[in-house]
């Protein structure tokens, strides 16, 4: 889940980030994404057909140059990479577009929540991570022992959180069922058995750069739910 000015998603051309200029879209992708682009295909369509749904929402968001890519991969998950302070990659494996089934609203959220993570500035300095994440006793300890005080994991929970919550705006924004981010949810819940509550599942989710921790899952009811009685 942009290269332009007034608002539309570059999906399936030329990757036209200055730090990149010298190289192909074809060696940019490769790079990043670690597997070739499909331009055709079922996976394909699928992802056209969400971006097509999407455009109109995201023309009110002018000054981004967000491109995507899917590509043939075996890897159940979507990556997004900044190639600019406005500018970004969306990677996204065909596996996962499968793994989402016939369902588009589903795949939908993920590619929302991508284009969240490609949306959200804050994100994408240490010290707008560092504004955001809640202070930790370990970040203070840190702090008091001459480093930064700065807590990564800390500050990559607050940037998913920020990217579910710009997601489910795009896509009910865009007439999905809200509730069907709770069906991405389960689905990776279930591939990835994130489904232990309290310290256990904070642990167990310290690996993985999607976690579905208790505090997350807890976040995106609290969003659906304001969905709900809107």
């Known amino acids: 889940m942009k290269i332009l000015y007034c608002a539309s998603v570059l999906f399936f051309v030329a990757l036209p980030v200055s730090s990149q200029s010298k190289l192909t879209r074809a ?52 990556s997004t990479f900044p190639l600019g302070q406005r500018a970004a990659l969306i990677c996204i494996p065909t596996a996962i577009v499968r793994f989402m089934g016939d369902g588009e609203g589903e795949m939908a959220f993920v590619f ?15 010290a707008g991570r560092a504004q955001i994440a809640p202070p930790t006793i370990s970040g203070e300890l840190n702090r008091l022992l001459g480093g930064s005080g700065r807590n990564p994991l800390a500050e990559q929970r607050a940037c998913e959180n920020r990217a579910d919550e710009i ?18 949810f389960g689905r990776l819940e279930m591939l990835t058995g994130d489904t232990s509550t309290g310290i ?14 208790p505090d997350r899952i807890r976040h995106m009811r609290a969003m659906l739910f304001r969905q709900l009685q809107r």
């Open 167 to 184: 997601g489910v705006v795009i896509f009910t924004a865009a007439g999905y069922d809200p509730f069907d981010a709770a069906g991405a």
């Open 200 to 213: 256990v599942g904070r642990l167990a989710a310290m690996g993985s750069d999607h976690p579905m921790t």
């Open 27 to 78: 060696e940019v992708i490769d790079h990043f994404c670690h597997a070739h682009e499909v331009t055709s295909g079922p996976e394909f369509e699928r992802i056209a057909s969400i971006r097509e749904r999407l455009a109109p929402i995201l023309a009110r968001v002018p000054g981004y140059e967000i491109n995507v890519a899917v590509v043939d991969s075996n890897i159940i998950n979507a």
């Open 112 to 126: 929302a929540h991508e284009l969240g993570h490609a949306l959200d500035d804050t994100c994408k300095s240490n």
